[in-house]
C-alpha cells in the first residue's frame, strides 16, 4: 500500500512539473475596436496525440505574437474573433457570446446558432466540451457530457417534422448537426 501511494505522489508531481508542449498557430485576430492583426497564437497540445491543440489553453487569454515577434496577451473580452490554422490544417474560428467567460467556436451561425464551449476541468485535469445551440429566439440548449445530443436536438427540433426525423435517423456528428439546423431553418422559412 505504501509502495502503491509513493508511486502515485511522484507520478501526480512529475505530471505536474512538465511543463505543457506548446504550438505556434497562425492566427487572424479581430479586436473590439475593429483593429485586426495577424500573427501566431501560443496553443497548447495534447501529449498523446501531438496534431490535437487544446483550445481551452487559449479561450480566455490568447497569447498573440505578432509578425516582428513582439508577444501580446489579450483575454477573450478584448476579441471579436479569432480565426486560426490548427494543426492538421484546419481553419477554424473562435467569437464572444454573451454570456460566457472565455471563446467559443463557431460552428454554425444563421437564424439559429451552434457554438462549441471548451473549458478545463481541473477536477480531474483534462478539457472538456458542451455544444451550444441557440434557437431563433435565442434559446440556449446545451449538450454536455452527461446529455444525449439526440435527446437535446429533439427538444430542439420540437414541432419540425422534418428536422426531428433527421435528428431521430442519423447520428449526431457535428456535420449532422449542422445539417439539422439548416433544415429546421428551411422549416421555419416555410411557416412564416
Sequence with gaps: MIYKSTFFCLFLGLAMSIQAKTALLDAIIVLNSNDTIQGEIISEVNYVVPDMIIESSFNAKVLFRSQDGSVTKYKYIQIQSLELVDLKGNRRVFVQKEGYPRLLELMYANLVGFYKNYYWNSGNATQDVSLELFNEKNEKYSIGIFNSKKG???????????????????????????????LYESELKVRN
Aim: net charge positive; aromatic share 10%.
Design 152 to 182: 437535446k436536438l429533439k427538444k430542439f427540433s420540437k414541432g419540425k417534422e422534418k428536422t426531428f426525423s433527421f435528428v431521430k435517423e442519423n447520428k449526431m456528428s457535428d456535420e449532422n448537426i449542422i445539417a439539422a439546423l439548416k
